[in-house]
């Protein structure tokens, strides 16, 4: 029997599907006109909006023609040598020769070919069996793996180019490498050929849709919906652990939360996260939380919230994020518990933070932070890892001008850059998600609160971006002043506990190694599996990622993680038993609002309600 020409494919086999039916019309109809009218308003508002920013300053984006200059240095470099770029081109398609003979064998139905190349099992794009069990779109795969090894030997044969710039071309390679993925487009995703079959192109109708809401919510960009936000409300089912703001000023509030336990540690602890993100990244859901975990082992614990800033906060410097934060903070808990001496976590911006400050007490003798622990910090930003990307002169300058107008970093831009660093995970996988399989997005409490983005102001980001991450002053002696002393993280003398993640793309974990060798007193380093947050957010109850420990210090984070011992499990407890050995007494619980300082309001405080929108 001849087959239908305009009959749909079966992906798995190349067959008519049996559940192919055709679109509901009204449903086609209702579809075209919302699209009609939406996308007018959602132009039409994209444009106003264009208009208005140009108008004012016409501050540009980050420059394309600086990011071709450097792909034109590459070039330059491989012609001095071709004899490279050849052997990648002969092994190429040497590669692809042998995927085309597999496929002919395939067809034919001969057995046990093996692939000429493989994607890494963690790979979710190609998780459909059809990836390999269908010999056109194992081809297909295959075909890309290659093309994007290819890519990326390219990039990596042109010899004595500037480091920078050899990560920017790396990292911007990368991206198209991965935009290009044929998991990606209609026509070369075996599961969205099947969606389609199955619903009568129903699923990109509502992927459409779903595009619509996306750009609305963008008003005219593209802001991907990564989660269902209508399932979440801050004090409600996520950030719920009782306490109270104790105090608050411009930039924080500085909530105390309710004990469970009738002894609590006499150390006090003060948790000061990053303004990057919100703190309840530390506080998602009860059974994730370790605000409420510390809390069960005895920690009277404090937290920072940081204010979500606009342009009445545009002059707020790093050095007042250290005065109005930790210091007040410190004042704060003295006030509320009658301790001076307390211990002190910092994450990532807030472990910066938090060494600056410790550096500045260490100048003044100050000795009130008896212990420090930094999670996921970097205090040597000599090899940042791929945010690095984005830190050069003509893109600082773009972004100053742009912070400067504004007064801030709007949020959405600090997230997309975030979401850059894991495309696949983060941008892709919900392209295909969202718009080519028309599903519904998850309720998931990370990726709300990973959208949940705050703003930066700009004397702040400015000089934390060239201070630190250009200039890498924060590691040298007297390289910054803050509160006019110069800093020396050298003189930090205090048992240190240094928590970093073995994935992480923000902070990577051979950079914060460093700060092993920088500090003065004991220190205990633990990596963690998983990345920047998971890695973290690991409770012992879930008995998820392992952690790793090693007694020692070697100059050489690889030194340290051959001599190290894997162990199952959260770091929690390792770091419970670590903090809790340093001053063991034990006093009375404390009730957040009944010591020298009155409840403001419940937990976890309206500062964390403000929502960041551009």
């Known amino acids: 029997m ?45 444009l106003n909006r264009q208009h208005m920013a140009t108008g004012e300053s016409g501050a540009p984006g980050p420059s394309a023609m600086h990011l071709g200059t450097a792909f034109l240095e590459m070039a330059t470099r491989l012609a001095t040598n071709p004899t490279r770029l050849v052997q990648a081109q002969m092994g190429f398609w040497q590669d692809y020769l042998t995927l085309w003979q597999n496929t002919a064998r395939r067809m034919w139905g001969m057995e046990d070919v093996q692939p000429v190349i493989a994607e890494d099992s963690k790979d979710r794009r190609f998780k459909d069996e059809a990836w390999r069990e269908n010999e056109v779109f194992d081809f297909i795969k295959q075909s890309y793996l290659l093309s994007a090894r290819y890519f990326t030997n390219v990039v990596q044969a042109a010899d004595d180019l500037d480091p920078k710039t050899a990560q920017k071309v790396d990292f911007y390679t990368r991206q198209f490498v991965d935009a290009m993925s044929p998991s990606n487009f209609l026509m070369t995703n075996p599961e969205v050929l099947r969606k389609t079959a199955e619903t009568g192109g129903e699923n990109l109708l509502r992927g459409l849709q779903n595009l619509l809401s ?74 994730n939380s370790f605000v409420r975990w510390a809390v069960a082992q005895g920690h009277t614990v404090f937290i920072v919230s940081w204010v979500n800033p606009d342009e009445r906060l545009a002059e707020k410097s790093f050095e007042d994020y250290m005065l109005e934060g930790p210091y007040a903070a410190l004042d704060a808990i003295e006030k509320a518990t009658g301790e001076k001496a307390i211990n002190a976590i910092g994450y990532c911006l807030g472990g910066t933070l938090l060494s600056a400050t410790l550096a500045r007490m260490a100048a003044k003798r100050d000795a009130r932070i008896k212990s420090a622990t930094f999670f996921t910090t970097m205090v040597d930003f000599e090899e940042a890892g791929e945010l690095g990307v984005f830190i050069d ?23 997309t850059t975030f979401n850059m660093l894991r495309a696949n995970d983060l941008i ?17 409490d990370l990726l709300y609160w990973n959208d949940d983005s705050t703003r930066m102001p700009a004397a702040m980001h400015s000089f934390y971006l060239r201070r630190m991450y250009q200039q890498n002053d924060l590691v040298k002696p007297g390289g910054v002043t803050l509160g006019g002393t110069p800093l020396d993280l050298r003189k930090i003398k205090l048992p240190t506990y240094i928590l970093s993640t073995r994935e992480d793309h923000i902070a990577p974990w051979k950079s914060t190694y460093r700060a092993t060798q920088i500090y003065g007193g004991p220190v205990r380093f633990v990596l963690a599996a998983s990345g920047h947050i998971a890695g973290v957010a690991n409770p012992p109850e879930s008995g998820k990622y392992s952690h790793w420990v090693n007694n020692s210090q070697p100059p050489s984070p690889d030194e340290w993680f051959a001599h190290a011992t894997e162990l199952a499990g959260s770091w929690w407890p390792d770091w419970h038993r670590w903090v809790a050995a340093l001053d063991k007494t034990q006093v009375p619980a404390r009730i957040p609002g009944e010591g020298g300082l009155p409840a403001l309001e419940d937990a976890p405080g309206s500062y964390v309600k403000v929502m960041a929108t551009d």
Do not use: C
């Open 428 to 444: 892709w996988s919900f392209v295909v998600q969202n718009y080519l399989l028309g599903q519904e997005v998850f309720p998931f």
């Open 2 to 46: 001849a087959k239908d020409a305009n009959s749909p494919q079966d992906p798995q086999g190349g067959r008519p599907g049996p559940d192919f039916r055709l679109p509901d019309p009204q449903l086609v109809s209702r579809t075209m006109a919302d699209v009609a009218e939406r996308g007018h308003r959602i132009v039409s508002d994209f």
């Open 393 to 415: 002169e003509e893109q600082l300058k773009s972004l100053e001008e742009r912070m400067q107008k504004r007064g801030y970093l709007e949020g959405r831009e600090m997230a």
């Open 214 to 287: 996306d750009l609305e919510r963008g008003k005219g960009k593209l802001k991907i919906r990564m989660t269902d936000e209508t399932k979440f409300t801050i004090g409600e089912n996520i950030a719920v652990s009782p306490g109270k703001v104790v105090y608050q000023n411009d930039l924080m509030q500085l909530i105390q939360y309710s004990p469970t336990t009738e002894k609590v540690l006499k150390r006090p602890l003060l948790i000061i996260p990053p303004w990057i993100n919100k703190f309840y990244i530390l506080d998602l859901r009860p059974k």
